[in-house]
């Protein structure tokens, strides 16, 4: 996995998880809906995070149903207190397909910009999904914020941290999600973008501002980022004034095919 810059020890990491869980869980969960997610559903919610969508899961399967939530590190997880919920440690570059799958669903976001190699974690996911089951992957592409922020120097901070050939993140990975799940030999491959006004002091500002505040340090120390171009563009995101586009979650999914079946989609 490339260079994370986040860890659940952090004072802050919490609110910044949840700031992207309130900005994305409404979304994520109209996908989860329109797949048919029900009572009885088997599910692997692979780099669960702060386990907001592992949660719903739990609720949404019911006592039938059984979620197993994984990440890298589970403190938050092990907070979550659902009898149909296992929490484990995993990690999706390294470590075998658990042995609790096939599951219905394996679902995943904003994981894979993290990963160097983002289609061998997908391929792992999809050795997961049971035949008939689905894969849904959500992940970002910051274009929005490089290159349509009004505020030149949010744009200029994001673009240091994240935009740059030798960033530990593929901020733009986004936009090949759907080749790379096209190509695992899914059917029924569909995908949708969604984004929206991001405004100053909200989750997903919020999210994005203490992203910065963590992951500049190294940055700032090194004369990278100058000191007062950091504070001016967290104060930016802080201000109920201020408001962007947030950057686009792009949504991939498919159905693996039934066994013995040789169609593709």
């Known amino acids: 996995m490339s260079t994370y810059p986040f860890d659940q020890a952090w004072d802050k990491e919490r609110r910044r998880l949840g700031g992207l869980e309130q900005g994305l869980d409404p979304g994520t969960i109209l996908h989860l809906e329109a797949l048919a997610v029900g009572p009885g559903w088997r599910c692997w919610e692979v780099g669960a995070g702060g386990g907001s969508i592992a949660a719903w899961l739990c609720q949404r399967v019911g006592d039938a149903g059984h979620v197993f ?25 390294a470590d075998e397909v658990p042995e609790a799958s096939p599951f219905d669903l394996v679902h995943a976001r904003w994981l894979l910009h993290w990963i160097a190699e983002p289609r061998e974690a997908l391929r792992r996911m999809v050795t997961a999904v049971r035949p008939g089951g689905w894969l849904l992957v959500e992940e970002p592409d910051w274009v929005t914020l ?17 935009g740059t050939e030798d960033a530990t993140v593929d901020a733009a990975y986004g936009r090949r999600l759907f080749d790379d799940v096209r190509a695992l030999g899914l059917l029924d491959v569909e995908s949708l973008g969604r984004v929206e006004m991001m405004r100053g002091g909200r989750p997903l500002s919020t999210h994005l501002s203490l992203s910065m505040a963590k992951s500049a340090a190294p940055a700032v120390e090194s004369g990278a980022i100058r000191a007062e171009d950091l504070e001016e563009a967290l104060a930016r995101l802080n ?13 991939v999914w498919g159905r693996r095919p039934p066994s013995g079946s040789e169609e593709r989609k």
């Open 69 to 93: 939530a994984t990440d890298l590190d589970t403190t938050l997880l092990k907070r979550l207190s659902y009898p149909n919920l296992a929490v484990g440690r995993h990690d999706i570059v």
């Open 146 to 162: 490089f290159q349509a922020c009004p505020s030149e120097i949010v744009s200029k901070v994001a673009t240091l941290l994240w």
């Open 239 to 251: 201000d109920p004034a201020f408001a962007t586009m947030s950057a686009i979650t792009m949504a």
